[in-house]
């Protein structure tokens, strides 16, 4: 049975200008052959791709926090998302407190393509985020934001008060009905409070890909930094912080890394592995 190695980008496997190095490349491209090589971002596919040329990746990605898990050649095998009418409540609860979320949404099943949509309204750090995809053509501005038909996920941005305030607002209201993250956002210096379907996480996303595959959880390791990729570090055999990695992700892992991801630190580990 081969091993499975599963790897978050933003902060563990891609370099802080998301770039990956050759180092990186190179050791990561080594194991393909013997090993099942997966990623687990909260990236759309679109900057997944683009970020990942000339990375070997044999197993279906878990994109957008698990909403979508779909093959580098497009084929999606499973989405998770809100309808509609869930989105624009929730759209409609945020705007009590005077924010506006981003929304990921599907636009074309066919070519795998999703929409970035926001509204007019927006805060600093959305506007900060913006300029990091101003060549993206997905981009969708709208007067008075709402749901879509197949919504992956719906993300605001803010200071962390506000979004813990709006974070116990919604389990008030929703409760579980749907899967909350509250985690930090490192590149802006903000917070950001995602809302998924409650069957839409990465741990799921490693579970559908495993049944995908036929692969063995006893044979997983996974790497990661944030609140996000906790379940994924309950789910796998052995689970791997990255130096930089927020003290709860580091208290729940199994092994945490000498180095950060400015330093190669999943490339380090793997290699380490080959040398004994």
């Not at 996480?201 to 906790?230: C, P, R, W």
Request: hydrophobic share 40%; charged share 30%; with cysteine.
């Amino acid at each position: 049975m081969k091993n499975i190695y599963i790897t978050d980008l933003d902060h563990t496997f891609l370099k802080n200008d998301l770039s990956v190095s050759d180092y990186t490349k190179k050791t990561w491209n080594s194991y393909a052959k013997e090993s099942i090589m997966g990623i687990a971002t909260a990236r759309t596919y679109m900057k997944t791709a683009q970020f990942l040329k000339g990375v070997e990746v044999n197993a279906p990605m878990i994109l957008l926090d698990g909403a979508l898990i779909a093959t580098m050649d497009k084929k999606i095998i499973k989405m998770t998302t809100l309808g509609r009418d869930a989105t624009d409540t929730i759209i409609e609860e945020g705007w009590k407190f005077g924010i506006y979320p981003f929304v990921l949404a599907l636009d074309d099943a066919k070519n795998l393509r999703e929409n970035f949509v926001h509204d007019k309204v927006l805060n600093s750090y959305q506007r900060e985020v913006l300029t990091r995809y101003s060549t993206a053509d997905n981009i969708k501005i709208e007067d008075g934001i709402r749901g879509k038909d197949e919504n992956f996920k719906i993300v605001y941005m803010g200071e962390e008060e506000l979004l813990r305030e709006l974070h116990e607002h919604f389990l008030d209201k929703f409760g579980d009905s749907v899967k909350y993250i509250l985690a930090p956002e490192t590149y802006i210096g903000c917070y950001f409070l995602t809302i998924l379907n409650k069957d839409a996480d990465k741990s799921h996303g490693i579970q559908s890909v495993s049944e995908a595959m036929g692969f063995d959880l006893d044979k997983l390791t996974v790497f990661g930094d944030n609140f996000n990729d906790m379940g994924m570090f309950e789910l796998a055999n052995t689970s791997v912080a990255m130096a930089n990695a927020q003290d709860e992700v580091k208290d729940l892992a199994k092994i945490v890394l000498a180095h950060t991801n400015e330093e190669d630190g999943v490339a380090k580990y793997l290699e380490g592995l080959k040398n004994g």
